[in-house]
């Protein structure tokens, strides 16, 4: 996929990548990146991901989505990868969610009963296929 297709939708501060970059995979672990991924800098509570910018480009890294610009390879900045990896996951795959409904039932009683009424009804009425979480 084209580094342009899969950052559609996402705020760019400053780049330096090709957009027309093929991008053969999604990665925000150094240790599993390959070569030809995008690698997803994603500040973290025990370690930032920005410190392992470095194994990702050695591990093959074809761009860096980040915050903060690194000191070599290329890279793309945003303001926050953390929302950028939703984002760049979502269109990685087609973005599975925006041919998905979701109904939520709140309240202190009836919510089991209430569902899996409206449950039935959908299934038996629309022939639609419904997941219930409860």
């Known amino acids: 996929m084209k580094l342009r297709t899969l ?12 957009m027309e970059l ?15 991924d995008l690698f997803v800098a994603v500040p973290g509570f025990a370690a930032d991901g920005h410190r392992f910018i470095p194994m990702a480009l050695e591990n093959g890294a074809a761009a860096v989505l980040c915050e903060k610009a690194p ?19 979502a269109n990685w795959f087609g973005d599975p969610a925006s041919g998905m409904k979701l109904i939520g039932v709140t309240g202190t009683n009836g919510k089991t009963t ?21």
């Open 7 to 18: 950052l559609e939708g996402l705020p760019i501060l400053a780049q330096n990548a090709d």
């Open 22 to 36: 093929e991008i053969t995979g999604v990665s925000y672990d150094s240790r599993r990146t390959k070569p030809g």
């Open 114 to 134: 209430v569902t899996t009424v409206l449950k039935e009804v959908l299934e038996r009425t629309l022939g639609a296929k419904v997941g219930l979480i409860g």
């Open 71 to 89: 000191a070599e390879g290329a890279y793309i900045q945003t303001p926050s990868t953390r929302t950028a990896l939703a984002q760049v996951s």
